[in-house]
């Protein structure tokens, strides 16, 4: 199920009775580059190569089949094809039919497994899209209640949930809307190549104590850098906006990267180390 607008907030698609108290670590996007192996420090899974099939370690493939894996399959593009409607703080949200465009950011399948090593807990997250290419945001909700909301679908929102934010190029004004408007709500949002209008710049307020973490990457041979289409400023200068805006309102967590020799990119490498991926 994703979101009419192509969103994945109204997703949630797990739940953590604790999820500030414990380390939860997001790994396995199955539709990014392929990298290197990779793994986090307490576990031998391959989060950040891309695929299903283990190499040195434990993937998606050696626990397919055991039943520690959750798998969900999206219903197929066309008029049968769920999604969710509305805006996306509403506490319950519509159910609608035949909305999502058969296009990169529609899911084809997802999958989730949780690990208790030592006394970390690690949840592992994987999707596939339908086509990787352009423009995409994909956020990541964690509710701690398991109770369903009126549409029998979405749990019920409480506070102490916690959101994740992930835009690339023009899903960036989503991400950026979001982190200036419900900061609270937030505890990472990430910015690659991303663009800023200044959408949410209206009645956004000062965050106390310093706001979520906000990590600001460009490539350093992005073609949008200067400009985007012909018009200025490109990708370098709005992100110099909305860095300059975000410090204004008294965000300290904010740090910005430009990666090098990278193009315009979604930074998977980068994106994976701030959940403690190297």
Not at 21 to 28: D, K, N, P, V
Request: proline letters at 5%; aromatic letters at 8%.
């Amino acid at each position: 199920m994703a979101h009419s607008t192509n969103r994945a907030d109204g997703m949630h698609p797990a739940h953590s009775g604790a999820p500030r108290a414990r380390a939860l670590a997001l790994i396995a996007a199955l539709t990014l580059p392929v990298l290197a192996w990779a793994a986090l420090t307490g576990t031998s899974f391959e989060g950040a190569d891309g695929n299903l099939t283990p190499d040195s370690g434990t993937d998606w493939g050696t626990y397919l089949g055991t039943g520690s894996v959750k798998r969900g399959n999206d219903l197929p593009t066309g008029q049968t094809d769920d999604s969710l409607s509305g805006k996306e703080d509403d506490q319950v949200p519509g159910i609608e039919f035949g909305s999502i465009p058969n296009n990169k950011s529609d899911l084809l399948r997802f999958y989730a497994r949780h690990e208790r090593a030592g006394s970390n807990d690690f949840l592992y997250l994987g999707w596939v899209r339908a086509d990787t290419l352009g423009t995409a945001n994909m956020d990541f909700e964690f509710n701690q209640s398991s109770t369903l909301t009126a549409n029998g679908v979405t749990v019920v929102r409480t506070p102490g949930d916690m959101l994740i934010l992930f835009g690339f190029s023009g899903g960036g004004n989503l991400t950026y809307f979001w982190t200036l408007q419900h900061p609270e709500t937030l505890a990472l949002a990430v910015g690659c190549c991303a663009n800023f209008g200044g959408l949410g710049l209206q009645g956004a307020k000062p965050v106390t104590g310093g706001g979520p973490t906000v990590l600001l990457l460009t490539g350093e041979k992005d073609d949008f850098n200067l400009e985007v289409f012909g018009q200025k400023p490109g990708i370098v200068g709005q992100t110099d906006s909305i860095e300059g805006f975000l410090k204004k309102l008294g965000f300290t967590n904010v740090s910005r990267r430009v990666v090098p020799g990278a193009g315009h990119s979604n930074f998977a490498a980068d994106v994976w180390k701030e959940f403690g991926i190297e």
